[in-house]
C-alpha cells in the first residue's frame, strides 16, 4: 500500500504549507485518513484525522484554529492546511491510514515530510 505525501518545506513563523497525501481508491474510501507528526526527540503525535465518507474531523488542541484538514474524495487526496505556523510545528509529518473494520483492519504509514519552521 502506497501513501504519497508531499509537500513539506521551511517557512518562517507566521507562515504557511499545505502538505498532500494521496492514496489509492480502495484505501480511500473507507480509511480514517489523518496526518501525525514526529519532533526531534519526540514521539510520533496526532495531528489531525478525517474520517471516510462523510469527513468528520479530529485534530490535536496545539493545532486547533490554525490547521485544517480536508479530504477530495476524487483525488483520493487528503491536505493538511497549516497556517500561522510556529517553531514547535517543526516536525516530520507522516500521513496516516488506519481501518477498524473487521476483516479489513489495517494501518498504514506514507514517507515522512519535513516541515521547518525558524522563528
Known amino acids: 500500500v502506497q501513501l504519497q505525501a508531499s509537500g513539506g518545506g521551511a517557512v518562517q513563523a507566521g507562515g504557511s504549507l499545505r502538505l498532500s497525501c494521496t492514496t489509492s481508491?480502495?484505501?480511500?474510501?473507507?480509511?480514517?485518513m489523518g496526518w501525525y507528526r514526529q519532533a526531534p526527540g519526540k514521539q510520533r503525535d496526532l495531528v489531525a484525522t478525517?474520517?471516510?465518507?462523510?469527513?468528520?474531523?479530529n485534530y490535536a488542541e496545539s493545532v486547533k484554529d490554525r490547521f485544517t484538514i480536508s479530504r477530495d474524495n476524487a483525488k483520493n487526496t487528503i491536505y493538511l492546511q497549516m497556517n500561522n505556523l510556529t517553531p514547535e510545528d517543526t516536525a516530520v509529518y507522516y500521513c496516516?491510514?488506519?481501518?477498524?473494520?473487521?476483516?479489513?483492519?489495517?494501518?498504514?504509514w506514507g514517507q515522512g515530510t519535513l516541515v521547518t519552521v525558524s522563528s
Open positions: 496516516n491510514a488506519h481501518s477498524v473494520i473487521p476483516n479489513n483492519a489495517y494501518n498504514y
Open positions: 481508491g480502495d484505501i480511500f474510501s473507507v480509511a480514517i
Open positions: 478525517v474520517s471516510a465518507r462523510v469527513g468528520i474531523t
